[in-house]
């Protein structure tokens, strides 16, 4: 069966420090993959999204970015932190579409609580 | 562009009362709709989805194009129906879900 894996937990970083959050799935093969912002009062924000090795597209204009350099593993990245960086982070991976062509589900891991003081 | 608006941050009932979660969205072309929940200490979840017109957990929602709304209902709230619940909309094929803010649902007992 297939599992998606963040770490770490949680993470407290200072401002302008770097960040390197990873996210791993195992017991599938060329998924779509996904980073979410999830902010009290602000639902789930899509920051990036992955078809493939390499390819990466960015939702929204932040200080973070977001790399693939395997399969099943995404990489979200920041070279300086700011304080408004802090949230939770979901990354989640789909196999995109089904076969009858409709969007399939999201498979959610269990987050990353990030404070940046 | 797409939006999905639930306008109860949160929503408390009793245990046994009915429960309608409000869902609208904004989309020009033909949505998918879907129904996520998070219990506490879990992880989000898919709860349902429009096109398998399922019933999970007690849980429905219909679609109705007319007034672009996907309302989640259960005729007979649950303790252990306490979430987080949001709804999200996949336009096209372009397989990514845009969410709401999400509705606390508290149901005491």
């Known amino acids: 069966s297939q599992t998606i894996h963040q770490w770490p937990a949680t993470l407290v970083q200072p401002v302008g420090s770097p960040l390197s959050l990873e996210c791993t799935v195992e017991?599938?093969?060329?998924?779509?993959l996904y980073w979410y912002r999830q902010a009290a009062g602000r639902g789930l924000q899509l920051l990036f999204y992955s078809v493939g090795i390499g390819q990466i597209s960015s939702e929204v204009p932040q200080n973070l970015s977001a790399s693939r350099p395997q399969d099943r593993q995404f990489i979200l990245s920041s070279k300086k932190l700011l304080l408004s960086d802090s949230g939770f982070y979901l990354c989640?991976?789909?196999?995109?579409?089904?076969?009858?062509?409709?969007?399939?589900?999201?498979?959610f891991g269990p987050g990353t609580r990030l404070t940046v003081l | 562009a797409q939006r999905v608006t639930q306008p109860e941050k949160l929503l408390s009932v009793f245990k046994g009362a009915p429960v309608e979660l409000k869902c609208n969205y904004s989309?020009?072309?033909?949505?998918?709709l879907f129904w996520y929940v998070q219990y506490s200490r879990q992880r989000l979840q898919l709860l349902l989805r429009h096109i398998s017109r399922e019933s999970i957990k007690g849980f429905t929602a219909d679609l109705n194009k007319g007034e672009t709304s996907f309302h989640l209902k259960k005729p007979f709230a649950q303790e252990e129906d306490s979430a987080m619940y949001y709804c999200a909309l996949s336009g096209g094929s372009n397989y990514k879900l845009t969410f709401g803010k999400g509705t606390l649902l508290t149901v005491n007992p």
């Open positions: 017991g599938t093969s060329n998924p779509n």
């Open positions: 989309y020009s072309g033909s949505p998918e």
């Open positions: 989640a991976w789909s196999v995109g579409l089904t076969s009858g062509g409709f969007t399939d589900t999201q498979y």
